[in-house]
């Protein structure tokens, strides 16, 4: 069974930043990839980034540059820093991870204020 356990999320102001961890327990971590998420009320939940096992990463174009994506084995947690923070970045983030079965985390808030 694997876990998933997000934190860092918060309120900022619009230009700041916030880093995002995802602790996973119960699987192999360093063979798997695993992808940040977030979703708006009433929107469809949207892939933001995510990191392969051999660190390859990608991004949404929203994105791009301003969130950087990265992991670290030796505590299975994989990282989303976010720098230039828009009002539009607001919604719950969810860390995802497929071992088997599709395994997603609790979700953390972000808000960002203008």
């Known amino acids: 069974q694997v876990q998933l356990v997000e934190s860092g999320g918060g309120l900022v102001q619009a230009g700041g930043s916030l880093r995002l961890s995802c602790v996973a327990s119960g699987g192999t971590f360093r063979i798997t990839a695993i992808g940040w998420y977030r979703q708006d009320p009433g929107k469809q939940r949207e892939l933001v980034a995510a990191?392969?096992?051999?660190?390859?990463?990608n991004y949404a174009d929203s994105v791009k540059g301003r969130f950087t994506i990265s992991r670290d084995n030796a505590r299975n947690t994989v990282y989303l820093q976010m720098n230039s923070l828009k009002p539009e970045d607001t919604a719950v983030y969810y860390c995802?991870?497929?071992?088997?079965?599709?395994?997603w985390g609790q979700g953390t808030q972000v808000t960002v204020s203008s």
């Open positions: 990191i392969s096992s051999g660190g390859s990463t």
């Open positions: 995802y991870t497929y071992w088997g079965a599709d395994y």
